[in-house]
């Protein structure tokens, strides 16, 4: 019995599973710091991290950009007929994903199955995929972590999917997003989620954004209706982008998209997905966003990926910055880890990464830094300073006029009288560079 799954032919031939080998392997495919049945606390690596791969980067992206052609060429995408094509994807996502060792999947509709000519043959292309997956998962004990619609690649989105100023194409969106909760209700998903990729404008000169926000909110809450009338159990998701494709998203940021959710009262339904390179292109950090929708309560689940500190765009680099991964998973950890939520890996190789092994350093990489990243966090959270450190720093609420303060207890003039009998207050030392001190001994003394 092999311990990874090959369908009707093998796709990564030469390429076995990929195991813990420790720090000092010189194999490089083989994990050096991801070490699966680890216990760090009271769960294992695996239970902590819950990696999951894209379907759309990992399998269907050809490495195309806007100046170039695909350069990568897929032994699963020869086939003529789109649904027999479709089918060989599923065996070489389960053999890679199975091969990798990660518990996880995540995919929109159409990396699935292909469009077909109606709706309704959509539907029966989708379900049928749908089903496939389901029995490759029931086979190898895979499982899918979130389901998505994509709303941004077919022509008829080009304005806009739920906000789109022409409401004939507002069906079509629905129909989308109808049979991708359908099928991840079929495949067990506990999240679904909604990147609006398109719903924002390029241009005021002809855009109602209240409106459109508007159209947005009727458009969510009817997917929540359904998903929950058809027997969805698990989590709707909001991944904030600030731009990309368009000028300005919605969705700006983790601030924006809480703000969203509890101003609509969707919080029993809804959550966040963060992605650390929108969070960058927002001009936060990845570390911020995550901390902003933990202290919502709204953290649900994770795009792991990275930017590029030169430029503008979401380039969706695999994670490879140990800082990052060690502070986001601080707030994860912090937060009580992930329920129903994972790391998926919202992230592609380099154009020029041609070699099919390039798929696996890509997220070996990515598994390494996170398990870094998570032994980080853990030592930094429960052995460190710094947590006590910053609740010191806020000691003066705890009691007495500070808590009654925070209480909302003191009005303004009570507030001014207390001034007035009091000396002029300590220079207290915020200690930033000490503190940097520290996090860079959690960082490199283990
Ligand atoms: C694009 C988004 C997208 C979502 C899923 O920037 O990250 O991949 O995660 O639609
Ligand atoms: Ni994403
Ligand atoms: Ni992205």
């Given at each position: 019995m092999k311990d990874y799954f090959i369908g009707n032919k093998e796709y990564f031939p030469g390429i076995g599973k990929i195991a813990y080998e420790g720090a000092g392997t010189d194999n490089p495919l083989a994990f050096r710091f991801y070490d699966p049945d680890k216990k760090i606390g009271n769960k294992t690596m695996r239970e902590h991290l819950r990696f999951s791969i894209a379907y759309w980067?990992?399998?269907?992206?050809?490495?195309?950009?806007?100046?170039?052609?695909?350069?990568?060429?897929?032994?699963?995408?020869v086939k003529a007929d789109p649904m027999e094509a479709a089918k060989d994807k599923v065996d070489?996502?389960?053999?890679?994903?199975?091969?990798?060792?990660?518990?996880?999947?995540?995919?929109?509709?159409?990396?699935?199955?292909?469009?077909?000519?109606?709706?309704?043959?959509?539907?029966?292309?989708?379900?049928?995929?749908?089903?496939?997956?389901?029995?490759?998962?029931?086979?190898?004990?895979?499982?899918?972590?979130?389901?998505?619609?994509?709303?941004?690649?077919?022509?008829r989105f080009m304005?806009?999917?739920?906000?789109?100023?022409?409401?004939?194409?507002?069906?079509?969106?629905?129909?989308?997003?109808?049979?991708?909760?359908?099928?991840?209700?079929?495949?067990?998903?506990?999240?679904?989620?909604?990147?609006?990729?398109?719903?924002?404008?390029?241009?005021?000169?002809?855009?109602?954004?209240?409106?459109?926000?508007?159209?947005?909110?009727r458009f969510l809450t009817a997917a929540r209706d359904y998903g929950r009338k058809a027997g969805f159990k698990g989590t709707f998701m909001i991944e904030p982008k600030p731009m990309e494709p368009t000028k300005h998203q919605y969705d700006y940021d983790a601030e924006t998209v809480a703000a969203f959710i509890k101003t609509n009262g969707l919080e029993k339904d809804f959550a966040i997905n963060i992605e650390n390179n929108h969070a960058t292109l927002a001009g936060h950090t990845f570390w911020h966003d995550l901390q902003v929708a933990a202290?919502?309560?709204?953290?649900?689940?994770?795009?792991?990926?990275?930017?590029?500190?030169?430029?503008?765009?979401?380039?969706?680099?695999?994670?490879?910055?140990?800082?990052?991964?060690?502070?986001?998973?601080?707030?994860?950890?912090?937060?009580?880890?992930?329920?129903?939520?994972?790391?998926?890996?919202?992230?592609?190789?380099?154009?020029?990464?041609?070699?099919?092994?390039?798929?696996?350093y890509a997220h070996i990489g990515g598994m390494d830094a996170f398990a870094l990243g998570l032994e980080i966090a853990y030592n930094i959270n429960t052995k460190s300073e710094l947590p006590k450190r910053k609740s010191t720093r806020y000691a003066s609420f705890d009691s007495g006029k500070g808590a009654e303060f925070?209480?909302?207890?003191?009005?303004?003039?009570?507030?001014?009288?207390?001034?007035?009998?009091?000396?002029?207050?300590?220079?207290?030392?915020?200690?930033?560079?000490?503190?940097?001190?520290?996090?860079?001994?959690?960082?490199?003394?283990?």
């Open positions: 980067h990992s399998f269907c992206a050809g490495g195309n950009d806007p100046f170039g052609a695909d350069t990568h060429h897929f032994p699963w995408a070489a996502a389960f053999e890679f994903i199975t091969k990798i060792d990660a518990p996880f999947y995540c995919f929109h509709d159409r990396d699935l199955a292909p469009e077909g000519k109606s709706i309704a043959e959509s539907e029966k292309n989708l379900m049928e995929l749908a089903g496939m997956a389901k029995e490759r998962q029931e086979a190898t004990g895979v499982k899918l972590l979130w389901g998505t619609a994509n709303l941004f690649n077919h022509p304005n806009g999917a739920a906000t789109n100023p022409n409401f004939d194409v507002i069906p079509f969106a629905a129909a989308q997003v109808k049979a991708a909760i359908d099928a991840t209700i079929l495949l067990g998903g506990g999240g679904y989620v909604f990147w609006g990729g398109r719903e924002g404008y390029m241009s005021l000169l002809n855009t109602d954004m209240k409106r459109e926000k508007e159209h947005l909110l202290d919502n309560g709204l953290l649900g689940s994770v795009d792991a990926n990275q930017g590029d500190y030169q430029n503008g765009w979401d380039t969706d680099q695999f994670p490879s910055n140990v800082y990052e991964t060690a502070r986001a998973m601080m707030v994860i950890l912090e937060n009580g880890g992930f329920t129903y939520g994972g790391l998926n890996f919202d992230a592609k190789r380099r154009r020029n990464s041609t070699d099919p092994a390039d798929l696996f925070e209480a909302g207890k003191l009005s303004l003039e009570e507030l001014r009288n207390i001034a007035l009998d009091a000396r002029e207050p300590e220079t207290i030392s915020g200690n930033q560079e000490l503190l940097e001190n520290i996090l860079n001994r959690y960082m490199f003394v283990r």
